[in-house]
C-alpha cells in the first residue's frame, strides 16, 4: 500500500534532487577545485626550479578554474 508512495517520492524527488546535487559537485570538483590545486602546484613547482613556463601555466590553471566556478555558480 505505501510501496506506490515511496516509489513516486523516491523517483520523482529525492533521486532527482540527489543526482543534481551530486552533478553539481562533480562539476564543481572537475572545473574549479582540481584545476586551482593543479595550478597552484604548478605555480610553486615552477618558482622553485626557476621553470617559470610551468608557474605561468600553474597561473593560468588557477584563474581557468575560478572562472569554470564561476560559470558553474551562474548555471545553478
Do not use: C, E, H, R
Amino acid at each position: 500500500m505505501l510501496a506506490p508512495v515511496f516509489k513516486f517520492v523516491f523517483g520523482t524527488i529525492i533521486g532527482p534532487a540527489v543526482d543534481t546535487a551530486f552533478q553539481f559537485i562533480k562539476n564543481l570538483w572537475n572545473d574549479t577545485l582540481k584545476p586551482v590545486f593543479t595550478g597552484i602546484t604548478d605555480f610553486l613547482t615552477g618558482v622553485f626550479t626557476l621553470n617559470f613556463s610551468q608557474a605561468f601555466q600553474g597561473l593560468i590553471s588557477i584563474v581557468s578554474g575560478i572562472w569554470g566556478g564561476l560559470v558553474n555558480i551562474i548555471k545553478a
